[in-house]
């Protein structure tokens, strides 16, 4: 597909009318500028009503206007808290002139340790042994895509490691070498605490949380950090659902995606 950015968010926004429909058990007619369905249906309707709740990112304009119209979570990469306020702001604006509401999630990565000290020294390791030729490199790949998101992350550290604590325990050294989500929370488990307390005010529901190694990363997590975080009962007084995720959608500056076996996969 060659269409510019601005088709695509075309296209996207004529298959999501055309995939709720069908999901909520309609049958739907449609004729848009790229997509066009006679009677389209499915045979086996969603557990879930009507649809599947729909998950999605962007930052651009186009982005927010199609989150506003069409998904349930709309979801931000993880940038300073007054950035992801405005990205908030616009689409609970947009949102609310069509009557709809939306929920908002946040994507980051984690390094927490039992001190501050320690968990700064292991993101500093993350990247030690990168060097200034390897990021060059990955930033010049990185800049080619018209992704709003990319240069975001990217205007945050500039392709430079002398700035990358571009929020208090936010650290954007991830994204010198790694396209999307570029950004994690590092410090001790009070610190990170602290920030995703920040964030869940602004309105952020959902945490996407990763780190490196990712097994390891997780045992942290759960040990030092999901003691200080109210489970999801105590916070919204919903049932706890399980999630499933994998690797797609996720770039690394070398292109390479290391094999299924070892990949980390949890489900709750």
């Given at each position: 597909?060659?269409?510019?950015?601005a088709e695509?968010?075309?296209?996207?926004?004529?298959?999501?009318?055309?995939?709720?429909?069908?999901?909520?058990?309609?049958?739907?007619?449609?004729?848009?500028?790229?997509l066009?369905v006679d009677n389209a249906?499915?045979?086996?309707?969603?557990?879930q009503?009507?649809?599947p709740p729909?998950?999605?990112?962007?930052?651009?304009?186009?982005?927010?206007?199609l989150?506003?119209?069409?998904?349930?979570?709309?979801?931000t990469?993880?940038?300073p808290p007054?950035?992801?306020?405005?990205?908030?702001?616009?689409?609970?604006?947009?949102?609310?002139?069509?009557?709809?509401?939306?929920?908002?999630?946040?994507?980051?990565?984690?390094?927490?340790?039992?001190?501050?000290?320690?968990?700064w020294?292991?993101?500093?390791?993350?990247?030690?042994?990168v060097?200034?030729?390897?990021?060059?490199?990955?930033q010049t790949?990185?800049?080619?895509f018209?992704?709003?998101?990319?240069?975001r992350?990217a205007?945050l550290?500039?392709?430079?490691?002398?700035?990358?604590?571009?929020?208090?325990?936010?650290?954007?050294g991830?994204?010198?070498v790694?396209?999307?989500?570029g950004?994690?929370l590092?410090?001790?488990?009070?610190?990170?605490?602290?920030?995703?307390h920040?964030?869940?005010?602004?309105?952020?529901?959902?945490?996407?949380?990763?780190?490196?190694?990712?097994?390891?990363?997780a045992?942290?997590?759960a040990?030092?950090?999901f003691?200080?975080?109210?489970?999801?009962?105590?916070?919204?007084?919903?049932a706890?659902?399980?999630?499933?995720?994998?690797?797609?959608?996720e770039?690394?500056?070398?292109?390479?995606?290391?094999p299924?076996?070892?990949r980390?996969?949890?489900s709750?």
């Open positions: 597909m060659y269409l510019s950015h695509r968010y075309e296209v996207t926004d004529e298959f999501l009318k055309i995939w709720r429909g069908v999901a909520a058990g309609e049958t739907v007619n449609f004729a848009g500028k790229h066009k249906k499915t045979l086996y309707p969603p557990v009503r009507p649809y729909l998950y999605f990112g962007g930052s651009s304009a186009p982005a927010i206007d989150a506003a119209e069409q998904v349930d979570v709309y979801l990469w993880g940038e007054a950035a992801v306020a405005e990205k908030i702001g616009a689409v609970r604006r947009k949102a609310a002139a069509l009557g709809r509401t939306v929920k908002f999630g946040i994507r980051l990565h984690v390094i927490v340790r039992e001190t501050s000290e320690q968990a020294q292991a993101a500093e390791d993350l990247i030690a042994h060097s200034d030729e390897t990021i060059a490199a990955a790949a990185f800049a080619r018209d992704s709003v998101g990319q240069q992350m205007a550290h500039g392709g430079r490691r002398d700035h990358l604590e571009v929020s208090p325990n936010l650290w954007a991830v994204g010198l790694r396209g999307g989500a950004t994690a590092v410090g001790s488990p009070q610190e990170v605490a602290a920030r995703i920040e964030y869940a005010e602004l309105g952020i529901e959902s945490f996407i949380f990763s780190g490196y190694p990712h097994l390891e990363e045992y942290r997590v040990e030092l950090l003691p200080l975080l109210p489970l999801p009962q105590q916070a919204s007084g919903a706890v659902a399980a999630n499933l995720t994998g690797p797609f959608g770039m690394i500056a070398n292109d390479i995606v290391p299924a076996a070892d980390v996969r949890e709750a």
